[in-house]
C-alpha cells in the first residue's frame, strides 16, 4: 500500500464552522505533513509532525489545528475560518522526518463562503 | 530571495516529443537536494525524480531525467518521448540540510506543460 488518502475531497462550511479534515497512511511513515495550495500558486507547509509530536508549525493562525492521534492518522481541525483560507489541502508522508521523497495525498478542496 | 525559481508558466511539447523543464535554485548549503513533482488537475502530487547535492550522476526515472549542474545551481528536468498524460503542472521543490532531517521542502512556481497530439 503506497497510498496517501484524504477525507474529504471536496468540503463547502461557512465562517462559523467546525470541521475536520483526515489524512491516512499505511506505508509506516514516521513524519507527516500538512500543505495549503492556493490557485496556481505552490504548495506551502503548515504543519510536520515527526513520530506522533509537533515538530513545525509555520505560523499558522489558531483557526487550524492540527492532530496526529496515531502514526497512521492525521487530521487538521478548522474552526471560523475565513473566505482567504479556501483552497486545496494535501497531506503528505515520508518515511523519516529527512527522508528524501514525500508521498502526497490528493488533497482536499476546501470552500469557506 | 526565491529558494527556487521556474521561469516558464507554460510550456507546449508534441507528442513523442521530449522537453525541458527549467528549474534553478539558491541556497547556501552543501547538502541538499532537489525533486521534481507532477500535479494532474485531480490536485494530487506525484513524486517523479530526486537529485541530491553529492550524487555525482544525473538521476533518472522511467523517462524522466535531471539534468544537474551544480555550478549554475539548475536542475531542470527532461521528459522524453512525451506522452498526453503528461499534461499537468510540474514543480521543481528543494529541500535543505538534507543530512540533518530537515523537513521544510520549497517549492518553485511551477510549470504548466501541455502535450499536443
Known amino acids: 500500500d503506497t497510498e496517501v488518502t484524504q477525507t474529504p475531497k471536496h468540503l463547502v462550511m461557512g465562517m462559523t464552522n467546525k470541521k475536520s479534515l483526515k489524512c491516512e497512511q499505511h506505508m509506516g511513515h514516521r513524519a507527516m505533513y500538512w500543505y495549503k495550495q492556493k490557485a496556481k500558486k505552490p504548495p506551502e507547509l503548515m504543519f510536520v509532525y515527526s513520530y506522533e509530536k509537533l515538530s513545525i508549525n509555520e505560523s499558522v493562525p489558531s483557526r487550524f489545528s492540527p492532530e496526529c492521534p496515531n502514526s497512521s492518522l492525521l487530521n487538521l481541525h478548522l474552526h471560523a475560518l475565513q473566505p482567504e483560507d479556501s483552497a486545496l489541502y494535501l497531506c503528505?508522508?515520508?518515511?523519516?522526518?529527512?527522508?528524501?521523497?514525500?508521498?502526497f495525498g490528493p488533497g482536499t478542496r476546501l470552500t469557506v463562503t | 530571495a526565491q529558494k527556487i525559481t521556474q521561469t516558464q508558466p507554460g510550456m507546449f511539447v508534441q507528442e513523442k516529443e521530449a522537453v525541458t523543464l527549467d528549474c534553478t535554485y539558491d541556497t547556501s548549503d552543501q547538502s541538499y537536494g532537489l525533486f521534481w513533482y507532477k500535479q494532474p488537475s485531480s490536485g494530487e502530487m506525484i513524486f517523479l525524480i530526486y537529485?541530491?547535492?553529492?550524487?555525482?550522476q544525473n538521476a533518472t526515472e522511467g523517462r524522466y531525467s535531471l539534468n544537474f549542474q551544480k555550478a549554475r545551481k539548475s536542475a531542470n528536468l527532461v521528459i522524453s518521448a512525451s506522452q498526453l498524460g503528461d499534461s499537468a503542472m510540474y514543480f521543481c521543490?528543494?529541500?535543505?540540510?538534507?543530512?540533518?532531517?530537515?523537513?521544510?521542502?520549497?517549492f518553485g512556481t511551477g510549470t504548466r506543460l501541455t502535450v499536443i497530439p
Open positions: 537529485q541530491g547535492s553529492y550524487d555525482e
Open positions: 503528505a508522508s515520508s518515511l523519516e522526518p529527512g527522508a528524501y521523497e514525500q508521498y
Open positions: 521543490a528543494m529541500r535543505e540540510g538534507i543530512r540533518t532531517g530537515a523537513n521544510n521542502l520549497f
